[in-house]
């Protein structure tokens, strides 16, 4: 498939976590299939939500460096 943006470029297939995703390596432009958003926002809230996490967060330290969440694992091209 050609990149939308760039007409010329074809799309790179990726899989992260079992989803797939297709980008483009000259805009790094990402698109998704149906359904494929909806798996990475559900993972998200549940990565989110895991038991206790509420609690975790009032006591835990964050660490001064960022911590890669499941967003930037999967886009990290």
Known sequence: MQCPSCKDV????AE??????DYCPNCHGI???RGELDKIIERS???????GAAHREQ??????KQKRNLITELFDF
């Open 45 to 51: 809230v549940s990565d989110a939500m895991g038991p």
């Open 31 to 33: 698109w998704l299939d």
């Open 59 to 64: 006591h835990v330290q964050k660490p001064h």
């Open 16 to 21: 992260r976590e079992a989803i797939e995703i």
């Open 10 to 13: 074809s799309l790179v297939n």
